[in-house]
T-cell receptor
């Protein structure tokens, strides 16, 4: 079974609107962390936001927030007030108590002026 | 400035040649990782190292080798045994201590390898 599933290969959003990128995960480990990365066309993976399994509140970092629904095993990224520079690939990842990160296949976001 | 550097940015190799990709970090991180990314794909783990002089194979280690002689450096050699080496290679590092599930990975800018 896939550890991380991103079902939206491509998304479009109007500039200044909010957008939600979906991520579901599969784990039986009670301790895990969820991460979102942005990959612009230059290729570098940029860390955006982190949510721990024991965190009671949803993580927020500037215009990024993580909608963490533990019972549904989902960790959706919400980008508010989209900007043209937000156009990129977005990857969801998870780490359990072991050494390996598990990455999803990514969602391509295009911001339309 | 703290960060991760990878060199070169672009690398061309003839079939049958070994090539080494450089990865250096000055973040004082214990753990380092190498990933491969193919077009339209996610990241696949090649090798990782939690501490100097120790490393473990990831999901796709065949045809690759690494060394970890210094904390700051984790070079990756793509050998001639790797059948389809053309890809984008990303190096990452993390603190490597504390609760594993909180250990954020930070990435370098990547090296794009093309086999001619």
């Amino acid at each position: 079974a896939q550890k991380i599933t991103q079902t939206q290969p491509g998304m479009f959003v109007q500039e200044k609107e909010a957008v939600t990128l979906d991520c579901t995960y599969d784990t039986s480990d009670p301790s895990y962390g969820l991460f979102w990365y942005k990959q612009p066309s230059s290729g570098e993976m940029i860390f955006l936001i982190y949510q721990g399994s024991y965190d009671q509140q949803n993580a927020t970092e500037g215009r990024y927030s993580l909608n963490f629904q533990k019972a549904r095993k989902s960790a959706n990224l919400v980008i508010s007030a989209s900007q043209l520079g937000d156009s990129a690939m977005y990857f969801c990842a998870m780490r359990e108590t072991g050494n390996q990160f598990y990455f999803g296949t990514g969602t391509s976001l295009t911001v339309i002026p | 400035d703290g960060g991760i550097t990878q060199s070169p940015k672009y690398l061309f190799r003839k079939e049958g040649q070994n090539v080494t990709l450089s990865c250096e970090q000055n973040l004082n991180h214990d753990a380092m990782y190498w990933y491969r990314q193919d077009p339209g794909q996610g990241l696949r783990l090649i090798y990782y190292s939690q501490i100097v002089n120790d490393f473990q194979k990831g999901d796709i280690a065949e045809g690759y080798s690494v060394s970890r002689e210094k904390k700051e450096s984790f070079p990756l050699t793509v050998t001639s045994a790797q059948k389809n080496p053309t890809a984008f290679y990303l190096c990452a590092s993390s603190i490597g201590s504390g609760s594993p599930w909180t250990d954020t990975q930070y990435f370098g800018p990547g090296t794009r390898l093309t086999v001619l």
